[in-house]
């Protein structure tokens, strides 16, 4: 079973840009979470949607935005970018009513 | 609001066992997780354990928990270099779907 997988592994922006990330989740899972990681402030939540829903929102300005498809991939965007939204961005799926989240490998976005 | 605290770094020896420790702050907790990320990737799950439950073992993976003193540690017996990698506690509370994350032990593994 192939695992929860998010492109591109890999981005350069510059400041002002918009850039848009993508996670396939586990075949099954209706649930897709995203969370940045960064040095400084570790892992936070940025929003967690179901069945093309949002279900839970962090505290994160409205230019982060996301939205899930009727196939449960997801992805986020993030508009005018700044330095600070440098970081590692981290998908991760959940079956129906389990426990369990599984994570990608994750997008290394580098705002220069 | 929920907090999840680890120590920030652990070090030992090849061979030795690793213990991991976190606390957290939430009595709500009902699903306690131990993830594991290496330079470069993603979180792993190593395991998880319910708030009703003491203990779980996984090969080399002990998990103990202390609901009363909101305590949970992570035991890797047999501690190898491959084991090197920042070591992310987390919990969940049983109505929401979201886990709050600790900041994250870095295990050094050293010969």
């Known amino acids: 079973k192939a695992g929860v997988t998010q492109t591109p592994r890999y981005l350069i922006k510059t400041r002002g840009q918009q850039v848009t990330l993508s996670c396939s989740p586990i075949?099954?899972?209706?649930?897709v979470s995203w969370y940045q990681q960064t040095p400084g402030q570790g892992l936070q939540f940025l929003f967690e949607?179901?069945?093309?829903?949002?279900?839970n929102k962090g505290n994160f300005p409205g230019r982060f935005s996301g939205r899930q498809f009727s196939n449960s991939r997801s992805e986020m965007n993030v508009s005018t970018l700044e330095l600070g939204d440098s970081a590692l961005y981290l998908c991760?799926?959940?079956?129906?009513?389990?426990?369990?989240?599984?994570f990608g490998q994750g997008t290394r976005l580098t705002v220069v | 609001g929920e907090d999840v605290e680890q120590s920030l770094f652990l070090s030992v020896r090849e061979g030795d066992s690793s213990v991991i420790n976190c606390t957290y702050t939430?009595?709500?907790?009902?699903?306690l997780y131990w993830y594991k990320q290496e330079p470069g990737a993603g979180l792993q799950l190593l395991t998880y354990?319910?708030?009703?439950?003491d203990m779980k073992q996984d090969q080399r993976l002990t998990v103990l928990l202390n609901k009363k003193d909101k305590h949970l540690s992570l035991r890797i017996a047999d501690t190898q270099t491959g084991d090197s990698a920042i070591y992310f506690c987390?919990?969940?509370?049983?109505?929401?779907?979201?886990?709050?994350f600790g900041r994250g032990t870095s295990l050094i593994v050293h010969p």
């Open positions: 939430d009595s709500s907790s009902t699903y």
């Open positions: 354990i319910f708030s009703n439950m």
């Open positions: 075949s099954g899972h209706r649930s």
């Open positions: 991760a799926s959940s079956p129906p009513g389990a426990a369990e989240a599984f």
């Open positions: 987390a919990e969940r509370s049983g109505g929401s779907y979201i886990p709050t």
């Open positions: 949607y179901f069945s093309e829903t949002q279900r």
